[in-house]
């Protein structure tokens, strides 16, 4: 029987379309979807629909139709607004006999609220960044030597980078206060950025592939370059923070290395693929076939730290070039 995998809100993502393109090999199609007809990652795809945005009333409904229409298995999606929607709607996607590839509600509302983040990783005992609610807050904790400026000012739900600005007074940060709402304060990490793609096996729970790479260079909150690393001590601290607290699928995991302290900081979870898996893809850390195992009814293997280090990705342009005519309807 074939397993067919739906995409949601495709956009520019073209690698991971390819990648399960490639791992399902004619045993099963891509179907991809965006609410544009220049979303060019849908083109890659066996099948691609044109949908509404994801805050329209019948979203969901029209999400299920394709699913039903396509006998679609899995489904995921590639951005941050649509996995607690995806998620809230699980059971009724799961009714039809489709899995979605996603975490709890509750971990997708928790990873994507860098406020509740913060408390639930100091809960945990996980060094991360200080976080602040006010301009207040913030200022106690600087006349108590808590912390000091620079300070990252960002949208508390925010995601790729947008409005996110690096502030060294209280001039600045009042502006920016007063002009947006929903904003947090967080301390100024110096550390080495880095990033770490994990997958936890959707039917044992068991985190089953890291694979960790230093961040070289970032581009609109994506990964640009970006090295292959190794570090065993760092993928035991990451099993047992994702095992403890329930993640599911694929997810990505920002964090930054102090060589002063020692100390590795977890900075944001995205529970979804991150823009930099395409790297650990082509080093052989192969999601969509987990992905597709799970599906099947089959448990993955714990196969942990299995590529080479010193593996470098570089990102570069392609373009997608298309008569009017043969664009999605």
């Not at 609410?35 to 994801?54: E, F, L, Q």
């Not at 998620?87 to 039809?96: P, V, W």
């Not at 947008?162 to 007074?169: D, E, K, R």
């Not at 990505?252 to 979804?272: A, C, G, H, M, Q």
Request: glycine share 8%.
């Amino acid at each position: 029987m074939e397993t067919n995998i739906l995409i949601l809100s495709a956009g520019t993502r073209n690698k991971v379309v390819q990648a399960f393109k490639s791992e399902l090999d004619g045993t099963g199609k891509v179907v991809a979807t965006d609410c544009s007809n220049i979303g060019p990652a849908i083109y890659d795809a066996d099948k691609n629909y044109i949908v509404s945005r994801i805050d329209a009333p019948f979203y969901i409904d029209e999400i299920l139709g394709i699913c039903r229409k396509e006998e679609i298995k899995g489904v995921f999606s590639l951005i941050d607004p649509e996995l607690s929607l995806l998620a809230k709607n699980a059971e009724r996607f799961t009714k039809i006999g489709v899995t979605p590839i996603v975490s709890s509600y509750e971990l997708c509302e928790t990873s994507l609220d860098k406020y509740k983040m913060y408390e639930m990783l100091g809960k945990l005992g996980i060094p991360t960044a200080k976080c602040y609610r006010s301009i207040a807050e913030f200022e106690s904790a600087r006349a108590a030597g808590e912390v000091d400026y620079p300070v990252f000012v960002k949208p508390r739900r925010g995601s790729a980078s947008l409005n996110i600005n690096a502030v060294n007074s209280r001039e600045m940060l009042t502006a920016l206060f007063h002009d947006f709402d929903d904003l947090i304060i967080q301390e100024y990490m110096t550390g080495q950025e880095y990033g770490a793609d994990v997958y936890i096996d959707m039917i044992s729970g068991k985190c089953t592939s890291i694979f960790l790479k230093k961040k070289i260079k970032m581009r609109a909150g994506e990964t640009d370059k970006s090295v292959s690393v190794i570090n065993d001590q760092l993928f035991k601290q990451i099993v047992q923070f994702v095992e403890n607290v329930g993640y599911r699928g694929m997810i990505d995991i920002d964090l930054f290395y102090d060589k002063i302290s020692d100390t590795w900081y977890l900075s944001e979870v995205n529970p979804r693929f991150g823009g930099g898996y395409p790297h650990a893809y082509a080093c052989g850390v192969n999601f969509p076939k987990m992905i597709l195992n799970n599906l099947q009814g089959i448990e993955n293997e714990v196969d942990i730290g299995d590529y080479k280090e010193g593996v470098y990705m570089m990102k570069y342009n392609e373009l997608c070039v298309m008569q009017e005519s043969d664009l999605a309807e």
